[in-house]
């Protein structure tokens, strides 16, 4: 029976890269690698990571631009800055309260 891996971060949640200087809040996850093998391929050797762990997409983050990024858990940490996301995209998905915290946005049926 193969293992299910339990997500480490929830959606909404304002995540770090552990190695690059981007963050970024998740909006989706994957419960193991679930992208083209051509962007596995494009990760250098030294840095791929298994495709056997959770992945993250992310509204995402760095000094000069926002960006979709894809990461796998291991490259995560929880972001404790208490910063707000400025990606463009970040209204149309979530609402953020009081506290700064980022909630899943209800959308109206019709």
Not at 6 to 35: C, M, T, W, Y
Request: include cysteine; hydrophobic fraction near 40%.
């Amino acid at each position: 029976m193969a293992k299910i891996a339990v997500a480490k971060f929830r959606l909404g949640q304002v995540v770090r890269h552990r190695g690059s200087a981007f963050r970024g809040v998740v909006f989706d996850i994957d419960p193991e690698f679930a992208n083209t093998e051509e962007f596995y391929q494009s990760i250098p050797i030294a840095a791929r990571p298994s495709k056997d762990q959770p992945f993250y997409h992310l509204l995402a983050e760095n000094a000069e631009s926002q960006y979709v990024a894809y990461v796998c858990e291991q490259n995560l940490l929880p972001d404790l800055t208490g910063e707000p996301v400025r990606h463009p995209q970040l209204a149309n998905m979530f609402d953020q309260d009081e506290a700064g915290s980022y909630r899943w946005r209800a959308r109206m049926m019709n």
